[in-house]
C-alpha cells in the first residue's frame, strides 16, 4: 500500500510557477524552438543512516565515537554520490500527505508524480557502510595500499564520510529512515530534431542543463524507461479481475512496472502532462476523439487496416513465463530505442531487429504483440498468404507496400510471421523462380531501407536454417532468439495466468499437469486451462484436481511429430523418440564462440587445444600411437571464474552442438523420475552429435553420497552407465564443480573425468585480457591508468570484472564521455568481489586442488 505520510526533504515550487519561467527563456540547446512536452514530479527514495565511526585523531588515544549522517540511494542505482549531496536537508523533513499528489490511484498507468520504490529493506541499506569498510580492507591487503587508497577516498567522495574518519575502526549504524527527495523533469521536443532533452531541478530558476540537480535527467536519459520500471503503478485491470489490492511496497514481480512512461505519455491541451496510459500506442494518428487512426499510404493497394493494430492493448505482463526472452527484449530492443545512436557508440548492444525461431505454438507472436505494447509502438503483422501471388512480381510489390505501411505508421513493430515462407532457403539462387527472387531481392532493399524510419522489424520461423542465407546475413537480425517449449517454471506461469480470473477448488495443485506437460506448447496449456474449465462449467463447480488433470488427458502436444522429427545432422536440433526432456531447452546447435571470446586463461586454452581439440581432429594420428582421445573433463574452480563461458567456447572451437544441462533440469519429486531424465539427457546428447555436454554443478547432481536416498542413488548410477557409454557416440562430456571433492568418488574414479582442470580466479594478467575484451568496442579515452585498475581487481571472478566494464560504460554514457579513470574508479567502487562471501571459500583455499592463485594476484 502508499504510505500514508512522505517525509520529503523539502517541498518544490507549484507547478504554475515552475511553468511560467519554463516559458520566458530557453533551457536548451534547442533554442528559441524548444517547446515543453512533459512536466513531472518525480520522488527519488533514499535511506538516511546515522552512524557512528572513530574519529582518526582519536582512534590512538581510545577517545569517544563521532556521529555523522548520509543517505544511500534507494533504487540501488549506484547514484550514492549523488544522492547523499542533499543530507542537510533531511536532518528536519517535510512531512507530505500522498493526497496532494495524482500518483496514479485513480486511472491506469503512473501519475503526474511519479513515487519511485524503494528497492531494497532498511536491514540493507543499514549493511551497505559496513560491507564497503570490509570491502576496503580486503583490497588493502591483496591490492596494495595505492590500490586500496583511490578505493577508500572514493567510498569518503560517495558517502561525504567526514575527512577524519579513520578506515581502521568501526562503524555503528544507529538509525535508518526513509526519505524522499523531489525534482522537476522537464522533457523538451523540437520540431527540427527527433530526439530529446530532459532537464531536472528544484527550483525554477535552477532549470539549465548543467545545474548539478541534473543528474537525474541523465540518469532519466541513460536509460528512459527506469522511471516506469520502478515507478509506483496502480494495475486497475488487476484489481477489476479479482486480483486483490495493488501494493507499493511490491518490488517482487517478475515484469516490475509499466516501461513506457517516458515515450508513451500524452500531452493535454493545457500542455500538462495526461495520466500515462499502460497501452502504450503511439503508432497511426491521433485525431480529434481520442482514437488512434491508421495511415493508409497514397499509391498504396494493400489494406493498412488489415495489418495494422495502432495501439496493441497487450504487455509483458499478459505473457506467462518466457522470463529469460522477455529480460532479453527489454535489454535489447526496449531501452536502446529510445537513443539507438548513444546506446550503439557504448557497445550497448543496440539490435536493428530480432528473429524468433522455435516450435510452432509457443509463443513467438504473442510475444511479439507484446513487445509492441512495451514499446508503445504500432504492430504491424504480415504473413506469407498476406504477399504470395500467381502473378509474376506480384509477391515483390506487395512487400514494398508492407514496410511503405509500417514507415506511414511510425513509430512500429513490423511482425514478419514464417518468414521463411516469404524468404525461404531455397538452396541458392539457381533453386528460384523469377518471382521468388524478386520477392528476397525487394524483401532484402527494404530492410535496409529501415535505419532511419523507426521501424522494429521482428521475424519469426520454426528453423532458422529455412529462412534465406541472404536474409540471415543482411545484419537486420543480428538478434537471434529461441523461443522453446516452456520449461516447468513457465509452463506453471502459462497455466497460472490463464487460470486466473476463473473459479479455481482451494488446494488446487498445478504440479502434476506442469510436470506431465514437457515439451507441449505455450497454446496447448492454454487449451488445456481451457478445456478443465469447460468441464468445471458443466459441473457448475470450481476448476478442481479432476478438471485440471482430466483436461490433460484430453490434450496432446500439439509439437510432438514437430519435435520428434529427425532433421539433417547438425542443423537442427533433434527431439529423440520417447523422450521426455525437451531437447530444444538444452541444445544450441550453432555455438556463436569461440577462444577469441574468452578473456585471459591462456594455459587453460593452450591445455584444452591439447588435450582435446587436437585429438579431435587428428584421431587416427593418436589411434596409430595408441594414445587415448579424451572425451571428458572435469573442470573445478570458484563461481563465476568462467567455466561455463570456456566450455561454450571449446564447443564453438570444436564446431559442435552444445548440450547444456543443470541439476534442475534433472531432478523431481517423483520417484525414479531423476534417473530417466538422466538417460534421456544423454539419448538427446547421442542425437544430437557431434556434441559436446555440459553437465553444470555436477556435485549437486552427483555429490558424495552419505546419506544418498534412492532416487538420488539410482540417478548416480544411470550417470555413471551413461558416461560408459558413450565412446563410440561423438560426445564429448564436461562436468564442472566448485569443488572436486563434492563430486561423487565414483564419478571421478569412471575414467570418464581423468582430465581435471582448475578455473581459478584470473590472475592480473588475465584480468587485462577480461578488460580489453569487454571494452574493446566502446570508447575509451587515451590516458587510462589500467595498472591501477587491475591491481583493484585482485580476487575478482571474471563475471565481475564483466560488470565492472558494464558499469564503467554506463558511467561514461551518463557523461557523454569516453571512458577514462574516473569512470573505471566509480565502477570498481560500485561493483564488488562476488567471490568475497563465497561461502566456501574456505575450503577451496584449503583445498589440495586450489591454484597458487585462490583470491590474488
Not at 594420428?621 to 563461458?645: A, F, I, N, W
Request: hydrophobic residues 35%; charged residues 30%; proline residues 5%.
Amino acid at each position: 500500500m502508499l504510505p500514508k505520510r512522505f517525509a520529503f526533504d523539502r517541498r518544490l515550487p507549484d507547478e504554475g510557477a515552475v511553468r511560467a519561467t519554463l516559458d520566458e527563456r530557453a533551457i536548451t540547446p534547442f533554442g528559441p524552438g524548444e517547446e515543453l512536452d512533459r512536466l513531472h514530479r518525480v520522488l527519488y527514495p533514499a535511506f538516511r543512516l546515522t552512524f557512528e565511526y572513530e574519529a582518526s585523531e582519536l582512534l590512538s588515544l581510545g577517545g569517544n565515537r563521532e556521529t555523522t549522517t548520509t543517505l544511500v540511494d534507494g533504487l540501488v542505482e549506484g547514484n550514492d554520490r549523488f544522492v547523499h549531496e542533499y543530507v542537510d536537508g533531511t536532518a528536519d523533513p517535510v512531512t507530505v500527505d500522498p493526497d496532494e499528489f495524482d500518483l496514479g490511484t485513480e486511472h491506469p498507468g503512473l501519475g503526474t508524480t511519479v513515487m519511485l520504490e524503494f528497492q531494497a529493506t532498511n536491514d540493507r541499506a543499514e549493511s551497505v557502510l559496513v560491507e564497503r569498510l570490509i570491502d576496503y580492507r580486503e583490497r588493502r591487503a591483496t591490492a596494495g595500499e595505492e590500490a586500496a587508497a583511490v578505493f577508500l577516498n572514493k567510498f569518503k567522495d560517495t558517502y561525504g564520510l567526514p575527512n577524519d574518519f579513520d578506515p581502521d575502526g568501526g562503524i555503528d549504524v544507529t538509525d535508518v529512515s526513509r526519505v524522499y527527495l523531489p525534482f522537476w523533469l522537464a522533457e523538451f521536443r523540437a520540431e527540427s530534431a527527433d530526439h530529446a532533452y530532459i532537464v531536472s531541478f528544484r527550483d525554477e530558476s535552477d532549470a539549465d542543463v548543467d545545474h548539478p540537480d541534473g543528474w537525474v535527467a541523465e540518469w532519466v536519459s541513460g536509460d528512459p524507461t527506469v522511471v516506469g520500471d520502478f515507478g509506483y503503478e496502480v494495475d486497475l485491470d488487476r484489481i477489476q479481475r479479482g486480483g486483490g489490492t495493488d501494493s507499493a511496497g511490491d518490488t517482487g514481480s517478475e515484469d516490475g512496472a509499466d516501461g513506457r512512461d517516458v515515450e508513451g505519455a500524452e500531452t493535454n491541451h493545457e500542455g500538462g502532462p495526461e495520466p500515462l496510459d499502460p497501452s502504450g500506442g503511439r503508432g497511426g494518428r491521433t485525431v480529434a476523439d481520442g482514437a488512434t487512426e491508421v495511415v493508409q499510404p497514397d499509391g498504396v493497394e494493400m489494406d493498412a487496416d488489415s495489418l495494422v493494430d495502432p495501439a496493441p492493448d497487450r504487455g509483458f505482463g499478459e505473457v506467462g513465463g518466457m522470463a529469460e526472452l522477455k529480460e532479453t527484449l527489454r535489454h535489447k530492443v526496449i531501452r536502446p530505442v529510445t537513443d539507438p545512436d548513444r546506446f550503439a557508440e557504448y557497445g550497448l548492444s543496440v539490435v536493428n531487429g530480432v528473429l524468433l525461431h522455435g516450435p510452432p505454438g509457443c509463443g513467438k507472436t504473442y510475444v511479439t504483440r507484446a513487445l509492441a505494447g512495451e514499446l508503445g509502438h504500432a504492430f504491424v503483422e504480415v504473413s506469407p498468404a498476406d504477399v504470395t501471388s500467381k502473378y509474376m512480381g506480384e509477391p515483390a510489390r506487395k512487400i514494398a507496400d508492407v514496410f511503405e505501411i509500417a514507415r506511414a505508421n511510425a513509430p512500429c513493430l513490423l511482425f514478419v510471421d514464417e518468414i521463411d515462407g516469404i524468404a525461404g532457403d531455397r538452396g541458392g539462387e539457381s533453386d528460384m523462380n523469377s518471382s521468388e527472387q524478386q520477392l528476397v531481392n525487394q524483401l532484402l532493399t527494404e530492410l535496409e531501407s529501415l535505419d532511419d524510419h523507426d521501424v522494429v522489424v521482428v521475424g519469426a520461423t520454426n528453423l532458422l536454417e529455412d529462412v534465406d542465407p541472404a536474409i540471415r546475413r543482411s545484419g537486420r537480425f543480428d538478434e537471434r532468439v529461441e523461443v522453446p517449449p516452456p520449461g516447468a517454471d513457465a509452463r506453471r506461469a502459462i497455466l497460472d495466468l490463464h487460470l486466473a480470473g476463473r473459479p479455481t477448488a482451494d488446494g488446487l495443485d498445478p504440479s502434476p499437469v506442469v510436470e506431465r506437460t514437457v515439451g507441449y506448447a505455450a497454446s496447448d496449456l492454454e487449451l488445456i486451462a481451457e478445456n478443465a474449465a469447460r468441464e468445471a462449467l458443466r459441473d457448475e463447480a470450481p476448476i478442481g484436481q479432476g478438471h485440471l488433470e482430466a483436461a490433460l488427458e484430453s490434450t496432446d502436444s500439439s509439437i510432438g511429430d514437430w519435435v520428434g522429427v529427425s532433421h539433417k545432422a547438425g542443423t537442427h536440433v533433434v527431439q529423440p523418440d520417447g523422450v521426455d526432456l525437451s531437447a530444444h531447452s538444452l541444445v544450441t546447435v550453432d555455438v556463436d564462440r569461440s577462444f577469441d571470446d574468452v578473456g585471459g586463461m591462456g594455459e587453460l586454452k593452450d591445455r584444452l587445444r591439447e588435450t582435446v581439440l587436437d585429438p579431435l581432429s587428428n584421431p587416427e594420428t593418436y589411434d596409430r600411437y595408441d594414445v587415448d582421445v579424451l572425451s571428458g573433463l572435469l573442470l573445478y574452480g570458484p563461481p563465476g571464474c568462467g567455466k561455463t563461458h570456456v566450455t561454450r567456447a571449446l564447443a564453438g572451437e570444436l564446431d559442435h552442438a552444445f548440450v547444456e544441462v543443470s541439476p534442475a533440469d534433472l531432478t523431481s519429486k517423483w520417484m525414479g523420475e531423476p534417473e530417466s531424465n538422466v538417460a534421456d539427457l544423454f539419448e538427446i546428447a547421442r542425437a544430437n552429435a557431434p556434441c559436446l555436454l555440459f553437465i553444470d554443478e555436477i556435485d549437486a547432481v552427483a555429490g558424495s553420497r552419505g546419506g544418498m536416498n534412492a532416487g538420488r542413488q539410482g540417478m548416480v548410477n544411470q550417470l555413471l552407465t551413461e558416461l560408459e557409454s558413450l565412446d563410440e557416440d561423438d560426445v564429448v562430456a564436461v562436468g564442472a564443480t566448485n569443488l572436486l571433492e563434492d563430486v561423487d568418488p565414483a564419478i571421478r574414479r569412471s575414467g570418464r573425468f581423468d582430465e581435471r582442470v582448475e578455473v581459478p580466479p584470473p590472475d592480473a594478467d588475465a584480468r587485462r585480457e577480461i578488460l580489453d575484451l569487454h571494452l574493446r568496442d566502446r570508447p575509451v579515452a587515451d590516458a587510462v591508468d589500467w595498472d591501477r585498475v587491475v591491481e583493484g581487481t585482485a580476487g575478482y571472478a571474471a563475471s565481475d570484472i564483466e560488470l565492472l566494464a558494464e558499469n564503467a560504460a554506463r558511467n561514461a554514457l551518463g557523461a557523454g564521455a569516453a571512458i577514462d579513470d574516473d569512470h573505471l574508479d566509480t565502477a570498481l567502487f560500485e561493483t564488488q568481489s562476488s567471490l568475497r562471501d563465497w561461502d566456501e571459500g574456505d575450503r577451496y583455499a584449503a583445498s589440495d586442488d586450489g591454484s597458487d592463485l585462490r583470491f590474488s594476484g
